[in-house]
Antibody, heavy 117, light 113 residues
Framework: EVQLVESGGGLVKPGGSLRLSCTAS????????MNWVRQAPGKGPEWVAR??????????DYAAPVKGRFTISRDDSKNTLYLQMNSLTTEDTAVYYC????????WGQGTLVTVSS | DIVMTQSPDSLAVSLGERATINCKSS????????????LGWYQQKPGQPPKLLFY???IRESGVPDRFTGSGSGTDFTLTISSLQAEDVAVYYC?????????FGPGTKVEIK
């Protein structure tokens, strides 16, 4: 089991930017596909982005609402996953979780992003 | 995009009774080359992240009690709790990982009657 800890959330104005981090414990991070999933208040989870492991090319996929605004990346030497979020809108307000694999086997506790003027 | 629907939206079941949640995908999530259904079930309790219960539609994650059963294939899936316990009060989500965007169902809230 991988332990995941997200950080970097906070209050940001519409149009602003924020970078989230997710630090993983354990030696399996570099082998794992990693995801960001968000959950708006009172709503269900919404997948945001995925990055494959280096062996599978490290390629990325994005949900349509964030494509072109968000960038997922990873630093395997630091066991850390990132989400750069630009041009934020109120619709991006949510708890952001990182989760491992295609099966979302392990989740962090999440970090709250609030976009408000 | 594959759209996931769930029914009912909520249900109240007496302790010890059966709870059944249905999930339907807008297209098949059965991958013919390996005969696996790319479908997962999650349990989410207030203030916690979702927890994986089942993958490949019916493979129970380690530590999940055997009163939980996942079944179904293609486009129709079911999560059954054979004897509801107080700790099972939660929202349950299905999710397809057949293709991106990876999509979740809207959730089913399970409560005690």
């Amino acid at each position: 089991e991988v332990q995941l800890v997200e950080s970097g959330g906070g209050l940001v104005k519409p149009g602003g930017s924020l970078r989230l981090s997710c630090t993983a414990s354990g030696s399996t991070f570099s082998n794992a596909y990693m995801n960001w999933v968000r959950q708006a208040p009172g709503k269900g989870p919404e997948w945001v982005a995925r990055i494959r492991n280096k062996a599978d090319g490290g390629t990325t996929d994005y949900a349509a609402p964030v494509k072109g605004r968000f960038t997922i990346s990873r630093d395997d030497s630091k066991n850390t996953l990132y989400l750069q979020m630009n041009s934020l809108t109120t619709e991006d307000t949510a708890v952001y979780y990182c989760a491992t694999g295609n099966l979302f086997e392990d989740w962090g506790q999440g970090t709250l992003v609030t976009v408000s003027s | 995009d594959i759209v996931m629907t769930q029914s009912p939206d909520s249900l109240a079941v007496s302790l010890g009774e059966r709870a059944t949640i249905n999930c339907k995908s807008s297209q098949s999530v059965l991958y013919s080359s390996n005969n696996k259904n790319y479908l997962g079930w999650y349990q989410q309790k207030p203030g916690q992240p979702p927890k994986l219960l089942f993958y490949w539609a019916s493979i129970r994650e380690s530590g999940v009690p055997d009163r939980f059963t996942g079944s179904g294939s293609g486009t129709d899936f079911t999560l059954t709790i054979s004897s509801l316990q107080a700790e099972d009060v939660a929202v349950y989500y299905c999710q397809q990982f057949y293709s991106t965007p990876l999509t979740f169902g809207p959730g089913t809230k399970v409560e005690i009657k």
